[in-house]
């Protein structure tokens, strides 16, 4: 460990300064596990809500998380001019929906042709 010019530590300070160091770096983990609370303690979360994007309403297309009012007149104004096809059907067709955001809404429930 390189100190600078000027900063005098002894050989001793250093040891001491190390020990600290590792004895805080081996207690982190325990400490915050202490502090967290316990994953039995959650409660169970809901299943989910499978919602096909071809036959659903904007109310029904807005129950998915991630889904707000504007992404649902997006995929129902697209929707107008066909079904989707599959997800990179969708994901192609809708403004602002990349293929990263596709897979998180198919994940939260979203579903095209049932798959």
Known sequence: MRMQPGFFVTQRGRLAMRRGLLALFLMAP???QALSPSRQAQPPTSPIREVEVNQA???DLRSIPGIGP???RRIVQERAHGPFRDLADLSARVPGLGPAAVR???RNGLRVNTR
Do not use: G
Request: net charge positive; glycine share 0%.
């Open 30 to 32: 325990t400490r915050i």
């Open 57 to 59: 309403s904007l109310e």
């Open 70 to 72: 504007a992404r649902a």
């Open 104 to 106: 998180q809404l198919a």
